[in-house]
């Protein structure tokens, strides 16, 4: 059977195009007869019943806004056995027969539970770490990238103007995909990421020696947030080298800001491909890209899916960063 009265929810980390999914999901849910309820702060809404009936106006005006209208948390209750019951019995008391939820792979592990409570939910990647093994893109990456290549697009300015050499942390928990893209647009130095092992003296002292041979004389290191401690990486890289070094976390601001093309538009058909997916009886499945195809999988079999680090576009970044 299909369902009648859907929901959608966000949660985990926000991410910049997470409200142009949620407007897709509304409009494609009532103009295909569904009627549509917003969940506020992810799972934790659905074991309050904090929700509510939204219409063709109520997602007006967000498709170009950061965050997500309908809020969001990471929910230690709902992440339990007792927890995900009590999500299931409040869907059934509120009538809600499927949930579309907005997140990251310990979202779509909530939604699989979920299912298997008996309420069939359909997941879409959203977060800016693009660390979802089973999808090529999550929503949110490319504003991030972008937001982090602006801010050391700005850091350049000064370190270049005083000689120096900046080390920068950006976001991606244990995923170093926005440090390589964010490193190859930027000219970093070096690009560390939890992927790859570095050596301290290969990878970042020698290539600036070599690098300051050739008249260069300010750098910039990126470094994924998997890796570890910027500051004290800053420090023995002054100490090694007489050039002065700062550090910077980029931090929650790679999180904000105006969603881009790219984030809105794959906002958008995910969103809407996933009111398919529950129009056609369909539950358990995550929304996905694949080839540059927005297609479905099993959650199940996507959550053991393993992530593949693109190594050679690592190489090529350090090839050319010289
Ligand atoms: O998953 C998105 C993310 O921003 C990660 O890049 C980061 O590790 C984490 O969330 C930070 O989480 P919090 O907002 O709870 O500090």
Known sequence: MSAKTIAVLTSGGDAPGMNAAIRAVVRAGITSGLHVMGVRRGYNGLLTGDVFEM???SVSDIIHRGGTMLYTARSPEFNTKEGVQKAADMCRKLGIDGVVVIGGDGSFRGARDLTGAGIP???IPGTIDNDIASSEYTIGFDTAMNTA???IDRLRDTTESHDRCSVVEVMGRRCGDLALQTGIAVGA???LVPEVEYDFQRDIIERMRFTQKTGKKHFIII???GVG???ELADSIEKQTGIETRATVLGHVQRGGSPTLRDRVVASEM???AVELLNAGKSNRVVVMRKSEIVDLDITEALAMKR???VDLYNIAHKISI
């Open 55 to 57: 219409n063709l106006r």
């Open 189 to 191: 130095t070096t690009i």
């Open 271 to 273: 969103g809407y491909t």
């Open 121 to 123: 939910c359909i997941g």
């Open 149 to 151: 290549v602006q801010m």
């Open 308 to 310: 593949t680090f693109d």
């Open 229 to 231: 401690h910027v500051s």
């Open 223 to 225: 470094v994924a947030e």
